[in-house]
């Protein structure tokens, strides 16, 4: 791993409950139940990438593609601040980067995401030199969000996106378009102490 992305992590897992950063994407809670909550996301700008490796491999591959980008590798050479979290989803085969509703390895492999610090436009935002990484314009979203801690495996994760998916199941709510599984610590935290996130967006 290049020195600067070590550098990195160590700061992040150093960092006050290991996030990532301060600046997360804005919402608003609109309704929170003993499983899940119900989150209205604005708009925002990610950069991506898409992986193909393994659910447990995928997002830290990804993650050094797009830190190397926010890390001046651009045409600007211009370095921008890290956010939370970094996610990870199964890109789409019919629509840019939706559905499946079910997370599994596809020839394209993992969609993994940074969200682009507040007050930046695409047209603003640095033009990246790897064209593996790509800019783009998340509509607002209604997602239910379920969090835990612990590993970051793809075992665990199958576990809470079941008892999620259940849950909204019984409460009648429909949802629509790829689980994503959020990230918001390094990977030199200790597992309890780590903020996970699995989010599904609802129909309103």
């Known amino acids: 791993?290049?020195?600067?992305?070590?550098?990195?992590?160590?700061?992040?897992?150093?960092?006050?409950?290991?996030?990532?950063?301060?600046?997360?994407?804005?919402?608003?809670?609109?309704?929170?139940?003993?499983?899940?909550?119900?989150?209205?996301?604005?708009?925002?700008?990610?950069?991506?990438?898409?992986?193909?490796?393994?659910?447990?491999?995928?997002?830290?591959?990804?993650?050094?593609?797009?830190?190397?980008?926010?890390?001046?590798?651009?045409?600007?050479?211009a370095k921008l601040a890290m956010t939370a979290p970094v996610t990870q989803q199964v890109p789409s085969e019919k629509l840019a980067m939706t559905a499946p509703v079910i997370q599994a390895p596809t020839s394209e492999g993992f969609l993994i995401q940074f969200t682009m610090p507040s007050g930046f436009t695409l047209a603003t935002l640095p033009e990246p030199n790897n064209p593996q990484v790509r800019l783009r314009e998340l509509p607002a979203r209604r997602v239910a969000v379920l969090t835990y801690s612990g590993s970051w495996s793809e075992d665990r994760y199958q576990a809470k996106l079941k008892t999620l998916l259940a849950t909204l199941q019984q409460d009648g709510l429909r949802h629509t378009g790829p689980p994503v599984f959020a990230r918001f610590n390094s990977p030199f935290q200790l597992p309890f102490l780590r903020r996970n996130e699995l989010w599904i967006e609802v129909v309103a």
């Open 1 to 77: 791993m290049p020195k600067h992305l070590k550098v990195l992590f160590l700061a992040i897992s150093l960092s006050p409950g290991g996030l990532l950063a301060i600046e997360e994407p804005h919402f608003t809670v609109e309704a929170k139940t003993a499983t899940y909550e119900i989150r209205k996301y604005d708009p925002i700008i990610v950069a991506e990438t898409t992986v193909a490796a393994p659910f447990e491999d995928a997002g830290n591959r990804g993650f050094r593609l797009l830190a190397d980008y926010i890390f001046g590798n651009n045409r600007s050479r």
